[in-house]
């Protein structure tokens, strides 16, 4: 049996986040002995939460030095919250901010990191799947080496939901050298409330292709009704928004663009792998969409010119063959018209 | 302050090729791996026209490019790249696929990293792509930068600027489409690329043969290294199986499809 810590760094209000608590609810059924590491400004009311979850010792670094998510500060607590459990397996929420300290930790510990995992099992020993070649393939391992790091994707077990209580907390110092404080986070950058198209809770995934900037059947370019269709159906439906490359790229390629689809929008090989329940692609005719992009989500449909689309056929779970254009301008009618107050 | 970039970056199967697990003497593999097109890894390839525009902005920096796989597909990949930008190739010979250690492989550029003639470490910005599209882990550079002791590191990079005063604000991707925004007090650092703001740029024959010139030379002594599985057992490595029964939908009213799509993202 294995010694495991549950580590995670705490939101600003010294919570967690639902991904956090879907990690726990993953590692409470591994077996083994359970420890809580918890990492930022403040950790006492995640620790509050997580009470009666099984941990055998609860351990925090706290303070504001911990408040950033800054690589030098959270690879120093990490690291001494680690040495401190003495666990042989440490699995961490995969965020922006574990992913980029993790590995490091990792290796200072002089153990192995394994990352973007999707599933951990234990039956007599750990096994972990994860995804390699951008989710083209799936493999699942297991390591000899000691203490091993890994990091949980979001979205691939329930959250734990345990009633809150006082557990006791030990408090784990950390020394911060001056030079841990180089950097200093500055700020987030968000685009503005109604220009928002990525929303990670969207039940839906609207995946627009270049086929949106191409000449349509009178022979033009109709960019401006593109952008105006589908920011009209992210508004109605509240959907998120996935552009294929071939899309994204065009902006610095001179051609016709959406204006508001950036890089983070991308989805596919050198995108992201969103998981959403549902998806929705349009106008793309490539793998990546199809394949690579729509990894996980569950049901998916595509509206496209091609009935022999060879990426739609055989991934979606219908396709129809139609002017996405067209079928939009309708598709937003209803939505508007199912919003209206009736009269 | 005259940067030296170094960056990391491994060469992939061309994302368009059909790929394929088998199993091998060493473990799992990529059947026909060998004869696979290759290119440079997308996001290194991002880092690595980052440093360029950088190094061209800042007067004495030079951009070294550390590359790591079977010398033959360097050769085939650097014909390409060098067109692209001007940098010095220092090149390692190993197995370059996905099913790699990430520890074994920093091991590996650390040291080739460390054995670069005159490299000041007080000017060093580490760049690479925040992940390969093999192994996909996320974790090479952030050892790399343990193993050359920088504790400023950043993942997920779109944007770097140089501040008048030397320090670097760099922009890096976090959840929900937003960037967190972060200032450093200057190299060294680890500077994992997302796609960064810069298209791939066209192809610049002089800048070919400049390159090319030192490129051949370091392909010839590029040393071998040993990289393996590291001490990870794979059980199993297959193909996604699901394939699904699409329902093709044709010859139907706009309308109608609307109605169906209408409802069923009501559900």
Redesign the interface.
Known sequence: MEDILFLAFTESDGTLSQAAREVLGAVRELGGTLRVALAGAQTQPAAAALANCGAAKFLAVTGPEFAQ????TD?AAAEALCRASGASVVVVPS???S???M??V???LGG?????ITAITADGQL?VTR????Q??????????RPWVLLLEPGCHAPYQGTGGSPQVHAVTVALAK??Q??????????ATDE?????DA??LFVAGAGWTKKQADGQIHGAEAEQLILGFLGS?G?SLGGSKSLV?QS??GQAVLRFMT????IG??GATPRHP?G?ATCCHG??PHVVGW?FIH???A?NLD?NCGW????????????AF??????N???KA?AAPSA | MSYQIVVCGGIVPDPLQTLEPVAGPAGPALKNEMMLPAVLDPWAGHALYEAANLAQKMPGAKVYLVSLGPKAKLQQVMMNIAQKAPFELVALDGAAGGFTDAQETAAALAEAIQAIPGLDRNKLLLFGGWESATRGAGATLQIVGELLGIADQFQGVDELKVQPDGSLEVLERIEGGKHQMSACAGPPAVLGWATGSLPEPRNNPQVGMQNMRAIMPALQKAKPVKTGAGGLVFKSVALPKQQRQTRIVKDTPAEEIAREIVAWISE
Do not use: C
Not at chain 1, 136 to 145: D, G, K
Not at chain 1, 182 to 191: H, I, L
Not at chain 1, 263 to 266: I, K, R, W
Not at chain 1, 326 to 331: A, G, I, L
């Open positions: 998510a800054r690589y030098a690879a965020n922006s901010r992913a980029r300290v590995p490091g990792a290796h200072r192995r990191v394994d990352s973007h096994n995804w390699y070649y951008r083209r393939m799936e493999a699942v391992v297991e390591r000899a080496q030079n841990h180089r950097t200093q986070v500055t700020g987030v950058r968000a685009p928002q198209t990525i929303r990670p039940k839906l439906s959907a790229e610095g390629e890089h983070l929008n991308q090989q050198t549902k929705l793998e990546e990894r049901e998916r449909r509206v009935a739609a056929r055989g991934k979606a779970d219908v396709l129809y063959v139609a002017d067209e079928v939009m301008r309708k598709v009618a209803l939505l199912h």
